[in-house]
């Protein structure tokens, strides 16, 4: 599978709350940075990050390309269920069909949305 496939996987796993195939997709020594997270691990992921998608209505993938070495970037939009639509961008890194970091990068939220 392409890293861009792997990233695009987890991100539907993550929807889904398919903690079976996140666990297929996700390193043992993951590490995940966002703006409210900082290098935490793959256990503290899936008890602090996985679960949120019950707050999602949907999450539409703009754009997913490969970066430099392992990486891949992807730009998604989301909608909360009381309508308000935001934007975020990813950068992943995927090793032997894994993602071993992602770092979110939080976008604001999409005006006339």
């Known amino acids: ?16 709350q398919d903690r079976e195939s996140a666990d297929r997709l996700i390193a043992e020594d993951f590490v995940f940075t966002s703006p409210q997270d900082d290098h935490i691990d793959r256990a503290a992921f899936f008890e ?13 993938i703009i ?4 970066a430099s070495g392992d ?9 909360l ?6 934007r975020n961008v990813e950068l992943s890194t995927v090793r032997d ?10 976008g604001g939220r999409v005006p006339g949305a």
Request: hydrophobic content about 40%; overall charge negative; charged content about 25%.
């Open 48 to 60: 602090r990050c996985f679960p949120t998608a019950d707050r999602l209505r949907s999450q539409q």
């Open 71 to 79: 990486g891949v970037l992807i730009a998604y939009e989301y909608e």
């Open 63 to 66: 754009e997913a390309v490969p």
């Open 1 to 16: 599978m392409a890293n861009v496939d792997v990233v695009r996987a987890c991100l539907e796993s993550y929807m889904a």
């Open 97 to 106: 069909g894994r993602i071993t970091e992602t770092q979110v990068f939080f």
């Open 81 to 86: 269920k009381n309508g308000e639509r935001y």
